[in-house]
């Protein structure tokens, strides 16, 4: 059974950082694209970040410069590194997982896998 397990979320001030994981089990996901979309209290998921396997990254505008994506294959494990938040940024993170390398990594429909998700709230 496939499980994604998002953590590293909470509560911080606007500027402050978090760093968020999701560790996956159950199968390998080396050779596949992963990716971290985000959803606000009363507004759509919407795309944050993806990786391919081989290390290329895509941002929404709204976060570039300010996260980074990254993986470890080796520990099955995927991160984002979010850096000076700010509070339009509090959201509910979730983490995907593909099957492969599809076209589109900025819309939900192209992954596989999902977790539960991890509460990130940013104060002003």
């Known amino acids: 059974q496939v499980q994604l397990v998002e953590s590293g979320g909470g509560l911080v001030q606007a500027g402050d950082s978090l760093r968020l994981s999701c560790a996956a089990s159950?199968?390998?996901?080396?050779?596949?694209?992963m990716g971290w979309f985000r959803q606000a209290p009363g507004k759509e998921r919407e795309f944050v970040s993806a990786i391919t396997w081989n290390g290329f990254t895509d941002y929404a505008d709204s976060v570039k410069g300010r996260f980074t994506i990254s993986r470890d294959n080796t520990k099955n494990t995927l991160y984002l590194q979010m850096n000076s938040l700010k509070p339009e940024d509090t959201a509910v993170y979730y983490c995907?997982?593909?099957?492969?390398?599809?076209?589109?990594?900025?819309?939900?429909?192209?992954?596989?896998?999902w977790g539960q998700g991890t509460q990130a709230s940013v104060s002003s």
């Open positions: 159950g199968r390998r996901f080396s050779r596949d694209a």
């Open positions: 995907a997982a593909a099957l492969g390398q599809p076209p589109r990594l900025r819309i939900g429909a192209s992954y596989m896998y």
